[in-house]
């Protein structure tokens, strides 16, 4: 959402002037023009109010995906609560590789938002920069091990053709050691993924600009 | 989830032994073998419980996608807030709009549990069956108004391609009539079954066979 | 073909417009507007006349493709033969298959008026109305037996990726038990459906609102 | 169908055997192993007969899809009653045009007979060698008039994409000439051609060899 | 390039008036209009002339595309240099292979220039006009031994998807005999008909005339 | 192409063996294991190894595409030649164009190998590092003036989609003002990553480290 007052609606729809204003705003503050849709922020209800605290002392910032949501605090809520429970949750997957999921997702839907955030957190994550950029290059050219491979697969052609999935796809993932648990994991972030990479696309939304800096 | 007495996950990978078991039980009580992943359900906390129970009342019974999250009643929990509000909170969409992104989605994901579900919804809701079936067969050949079609349009595109969407395709819902925070929910409701169509596809999942004859 | 009389070529340009008075006529005598080309009937010979009457008798109605063929009764005669022969003359294949081929078919073509015939012409044969809407949703998510499995699978590479269509894949017939007579009434069946589908779909040809309700 | 005498069916599972020995049946009489399937000819009706002769008699040959249908009567009249009122019938499309939509069809589905025995009417019937060349390689390069690229346009996305043809590509074909009967005639035979590539490809059927040289 | 004099540009946009003339011109002397673009041809170094006069000697003609490139002796020098290296250097494929492969991907491109070309170097090179035939119409329903099979494969593969090329890719072409600079080779030839493919599409290059004739 | 004296050509088949022992290499002198193919390099010529160590003076280090082609002096000068003139020649489009038409076409075609490079060189020319992120994500998503844009969608369509680009592609280049001349480049530019895009994919070329931290 971008402030209200400022009409600039039009601006969006032509890149070659926008893109003058836009990069001048961005230096301010870096937090107009999240999405290309004009409606009205609410107020942050105290619980959010401190959770988007927390997010600026440790991540240095409010990922824009959240001040998006923040038009309605319900939804804001729920979807922090689902994402926070699937991300950092008990789970057979380690954080890093739920990241992997979700930046091999991202990558396949071409989502600017979702790669830029999911690319810096598998750097930061795995310590290990290149692979940040393999995953969301092309994960078969990673040297993965054949665990992570496998998940990487079964997420990507879960996003790509998600009809053509059947239980020899869930049996190749039982045989590199994932737990039936494990692939409503695998499965439960990839689809979160394609749901939050469609509503970076169809909004246009713009990553906090930290991120490209990030775990380099 | 099936029962987890019943080890049945061999049956589930050689479809030709599975079909006469599950035949019999599927007519007993409908509730064995919602996925094809084997855990543990949980216990539902009393608020889950009582949501099972209003399904039933309302309903007639309760969703498998609901089942299929009671492993977890901080997931289930977080799936239902998340859905809840997307589907029957306030909006400029209409309920049977958003059952027909819901669809129409579905359709294109191929995703069997999904067009039973919201097929049934769309020909309930719209007291129309023939709507329901051409909104899951192929929502083109649909006699729909430029708001509805716009709708289908943008929700399919951001299903098979998100990458390509753009300023253009806002304006165009703009200009049958959307306000920006419509596009939100179409953009959202159209996200939301782009991950529960994976989530279906990726574990199997079964719909009640209620649905099939609902609304006809 | 819609009555000459009438002229509702415009009206079926914009959707809008068409809509109620389409609800209307279909409900009087549900003939017409069967597609969406304008051009005049022709009289039926004694034997065309005497085969719709038995498919009144037979089916309640004329299926409506009959009716878009009426306009030449060489062509009309030309499809009955080719159909009837191929979908009801013998053959190694039951006609309960021969229909799961035409539905499978008509679902990766996603044709309304085909999906919508052949569905409900699999749910009457199988007495089985969740395996009609299974093979017309995404037939990989059925409990077919090894041997319909295969079938089906053939005839929708066929229909998707001709081109791929290799030895090894009729050899995979071969193996779950087809003679390769049977080989040829599978592709058959399968290019028939392929042909139909875009007729169908050319002309934006409408089933007879009976099929909805049918075998539920 | 080969000769049911001699037993190849093996052959045709290894392609590096069965180049040497079918080179030479080729130069022998060019009529065995029309198709990968092994089954008998039937004998044909005096009709039959008479009309392979006339094939001969006027194209020098029976064209192998008449051989390969000729294992039984009733199949082999129903075609080719289906495709002489199709192809050679009245029609507002020239024989010309309608092979051009045969070859531009069959080129879409990669299907080595059709694309040689069409591409070879297209050069014939046109007495334009590079005209039928450019129709199956890429009808988009050739120069065509508005009508003939309007055609081959709604013939290639019917092939391709038969679920997105709306009434703004019959539109198309109306506002360069057609009339309604015209588009019926153009989705007949692109439909059509759909068909036969299918069944050649299923079959690996093999176009005469006279063919390629015919019309340069 | 055409002759800079004829100011033909608008003439290529309009397809329908844009043929009469043409066919003219092309009967006339067979080397107008080139491509779509209209820019001054350079002169010709001694060495490029050269190059031409024996292209004309041997082939009966200066191929088209090297016209294409004249309008800058650098780009036509480096052109000529990296293409007969890579033709007609030393390789452990033989000449007719490399030209398979340029067919094969011509083909998978629909590139009007290259097929052209390409399938008569085929015909030419093999002095089996059916060869030639296949391979530009369905490389997959050619007579090929396991050898050509598989380049052909890795070719077209690495054309149409070449993010999914993996070491399994390479195993499979080193076990039929082909060495890692064999495999270099595949690869670098069925890159380089990528590149010119797309230099004709894009430029709408039309082949020399006298191709179409060669080797029937 | 590795080291000869090291057989590691099994490591590369087995991704989960292979990682350790890379990384420790890479490390090392990162010259090892360039591609998947395993060949002896040949001895450079005065000139190439003066070019190289040019290389080495302004960039830091050789590309590795260059040590991958290195194997033969005659391939390793045309592919300079033809590369230099093409992105370094004089042209109507300006260096950073150049680039960024070679890292779209990249990220199309999901080369790690040239994504890597030029999503590097696309950052390092413009100053912009998001810039660079946004073209190999989804230059879609980047705030492009009508000249870029209409430039890599002509690049972009002419990568994936070849054979459908027309003369009504080439006008709307001339619309935004490039000149014939320049829609050469764009085409030539495209096509010859095109061209190195898949040479990396099929022998798995990996990029030099030092590009993942250039420019950022």
Redesign the interface.
Known sequence: MRKPAKSV?KN??D??K??NT?ATSVAADDDTEIT????KPAKLTPEMAAYFDVCKEKVGFVPNVLKAFA?DM??L???I??RN??MQ?ESGLSKLEREMIAAAVS?Q????YC??AHGAAVRYLSGD??LG??V???Y??A????RQ?AMLD?AVK??AE??????SD??RLRKVGF???D??D???V???Y??????A????MRPN?QY??QA?
């Open positions: 609606a969006r729809g890149p070659a926008r893109s836009r290309a849709l004009n409606f038009f319900t939804k809520e729920a979807f609560a689902y429970d699937l949750g990558a839907n071409r989502c600017y790669i830029t920069p290149a950029e393999l969301v290059m092309n078969r050219a040297r993965l091990n054949k491979r079964f879960l996003t998600a009809w053509l999935i059947e239980e869930r049996k737990k039936d648990r692939i409503w695998i499965a439960a990839a689809a979160f394609n749901m939050t990479n469609r509503l696309s169809a909004t246009d600009s490209h800096a380099r």
